[in-house]
Structures are given as structure tokens and as C-alpha cells.
């Protein structure tokens, strides 16, 4: 979140009150201050400088939210792993048991062939 004023408003707004300053400078060179037009301009300064400060005291408010696509990639690539994860286990533990399947056979395997060497000798 950032708070920032508006600068081009501001700027244009005291150019405005610049140019209304001149112009009452200029109507005093030529009228006194209870003239129409001279207090015309006054009454516009101080509308421009009301203008100025309610402008000074509301900044504007900039908030960016979005997405971080740094966290979503992570919690992509943690979702496939852990999907991954789960099969690596499910196929270990097929396999496993293919293993222990084939350690029985050979056993088995073994105690025949001594039983046959056995009996050839005998």
C-alpha cells in the first residue's frame, strides 16, 4: 500500500492560484480592494487555496494485490510431489512385496536342491 499525493492535479491547481494572484495584483494596479472584480479574484484564491489543501490532505491511496506467482509455482510444484510421493510409495510397497514373493521361491528352491543332492547321493 502506498499513499502518494496527485501531483498533476496539485501542480494545476497553483498555477491556477498563481494566475489568480497575478490577475488580482493586476486589478489592484488599476481599482481599489473593495472593487467587484478584485474581490472576484479573492474569493477565487481562496476557493484555489481550499482546493489545495483538501487535495494536501487526502492522498491518493495506491494497494496492489495480486498474485505472487512465486508462492503458486511453489505450491504447484509441492502438490505434484506430493502426488508423486504417494505413488513412489504405493509402488514400493507392490514391489516389496514381489521381493519377498521371490526370496520365499528361492528358499523354497534352495531346500529342494539340497533334498535332491541329498537323495542322488544316497
Not at 11 to 40: A, C, H, I
Not at 47 to 66: F, H, Q, V
Not at 92 to 107: D, T
Amino acid at each position: 500500500m502506498r499513499q502518494q499525493d496527485d501531483a498533476q492535479v496539485l501542480q494545476g491547481l497553483k498555477n491556477t492560484l498563481m494566475s489568480l494572484e497575478l490577475k488580482r495584483t493586476e486589478l489592484l494596479t488599476k481599482y481599489q480592494p473593495t472593487y467587484p472584480l478584485v474581490q472576484e479574484a479573492d474569493k477565487q484564491i481562496a476557493d484555489t487555496r481550499a482546493s489545495i489543501a483538501a487535495e494536501e490532505a487526502k492522498p491518493l491511496k495506491e494497494e496492489t494485490t495480486d498474485r505472487n506467482p512465486t508462492f503458486a509455482w511453489i505450491n504447484e510444484e509441492l502438490a505434484k510431489a506430493k502426488a508423486e510421493y504417494s505413488g513412489l510409495q504405493a509402488r514400493s510397497a507392490a514391489q516389496q512385496a514381489i521381493v519377498e514373493k521371490y526370496e520365499v521361491e528361492a528358499r523354497d528352491l534352495e531346500k529342494k536342491g539340497l533334498m535332491e543332492q541329498d537323495l542322488l547321493r544316497t
